[in-house]
């Protein structure tokens, strides 16, 4: 039997881009350094506009959380049959 380990762990890569402010250094030129944004207390961007105010959220519950559910509903209607769902009685 082998004493090979069975899982490879694999190292951590080694960290490229630099920590860049844009209000501290409005000059940086990305095309020479790999930037990350990060933000010091002084520039950092509010957190709290105008407009946080006028924007409203709300959700909207539909019978399908997927785009084109349809497809899948009938796929259940087929395997289960409706009588798991009361509320879609067929009228016709």
Known sequence: MSSAA????LPDTAYVARAYCPGCEPDADPSLDILDVRWCKS??????GADDDVVSASACLSGSAEAGGDDNRRWCDILHGRAHLPHLIDCS
């Open 43 to 48: 520039h950092s961007p509010a957190r709290d």
């Open 6 to 9: 069975l899982t490879d762990f």
